[in-house]
């Protein structure tokens, strides 16, 4: 049971109930992690506008759920690995790459540069070394990417905390991110 009461749609009011209006007229569904972030209308528009502005980058779609997976995965967030490996198939990510992602492991080169960069952001929160840096740089990963990769983990630290803070009933299908643990701690 959730700590934090999600906000029902239909009993929202000012703010509040617009930009729940929106997510249910762009999404169809109301995901209980926007309805919780609804409990503070301000917190749930910055959440809309910068998932929005980071759409507009360079990122692929399918990298941004790919690296959302990375992250959950470094965090723990079941709530988030459940609901990004549902995003990442409908962006056109593999199963098996789905798996891996949650993990921080990809098939491809420049995705695995991508999470690699991501993870380090997470685990050292920021103080990314030089080498770090300077080896997301070689292996072809652009200042804009760069600047991307700590877009999307702000973007995710936020929800990830969030549904830790407020234990968010899953209400997509279960994905756990204690998997991802599992299988790194072996």
């Not at 700590?3 to 749609?9: E, L, N, S």
């Not at 609804?38 to 990298?63: E, F, I, R, W």
């Not at 960069?117 to 997470?122: G, H, L």
């Amino acid at each position: 049971m959730s700590r934090i009461d999600p906000v029902d749609p239909r009993n929202a009011t000012g703010h509040a109930k617009e930009l729940l209006d929106a997510v249910q007229a762009e999404l169809g569904a109301t995901p209980n992690l926007l309805r919780t972030l609804a409990q503070a209308p301000s917190v749930l528009n910055a959440y809309l506008s910068l998932s929005k502005a980071l759409s507009g980058g360079s990122l692929s779609k399918a990298a941004r759920e790919q690296i959302a997976l990375a992250i959950a995965g470094e965090n723990h967030c079941d709530y988030c690995a459940s609901a990004h490996t549902l995003l990442g198939r409908s962006a056109g990510v593999g199963e098996d790459e789905l798996s891996a992602n949650l993990k921080g492991v990809s098939s491809d080169a420049h995705t695995q540069t991508l999470l690699s960069f991501a993870k380090a952001v997470v685990a050292k929160r920021g103080f990314v070394s030089d080498r770090e840096f300077s080896d997301a740089r070689a292996a072809g990963i652009s200042d804009a990417e760069i600047v991307e990769v700590v877009g999307e983990v702000a973007l995710n630290v936020l929800t990830n905390y969030l549904n830790h803070v407020a234990q968010t009933e899953v209400d997509f299908p279960y994905v756990s991110a204690g998997e991802a643990e599992a299988a790194a701690a072996a």
